[in-house]
Nanobody, 118 residues
């Protein structure tokens, strides 16, 4: 059974950095990409960044140039390096594994809180 373990969230001052990790175990067949979503207070969940198996990436406009997504395919682990953090980046960040429906569909992590505040 697929499982995602997220780590790296926390409290940071504006302008600071955090690095999120997401390790995927079990049910790795049919995976075509990994990504991060976030849901801020009173907001809907939104895509932050995504990376495909081949390394292609997409970013939300609000984080482009500040966040970097990467992946260790051998370890089925994705990372989100977040620099120059702003208070509006405060949210619960969710790891997502984009998996073909025939192999069970997408997998979601439990979420990790990121708070940017002075």
């Amino acid at each position: 059974q697929a499982q995602l373990v997220e780590s790296g969230g926390g409290l940071v001052q504006p302008g600071g950095s955090l690095r999120l990790s997401c390790a995927h175990s079990g049910g790795t067949a049919g995976v075509i990409g990994m990504g991060w979503y976030r849901q801020g207070p009173g907001k809907e969940r939104e895509l932050v960044a995504q990376i495909t198996n081949s390394g292609s990436t997409i970013y939300a406009a609000s984080v482009k140039g500040r966040f970097t997504i990467s992946r260790d395919n051998a370890k089925n682990t994705a990372f989100l390096q977040m620099n120059s953090l702003k208070p509006e980046d405060t949210a619960v960040y969710y790891c997502n594994v984009n998996r073909l429906r025939v192999f069970g569909g997408d997998v979601w992590g439990q979420g990790t809180q990121v708070t940017v505040s002075s």
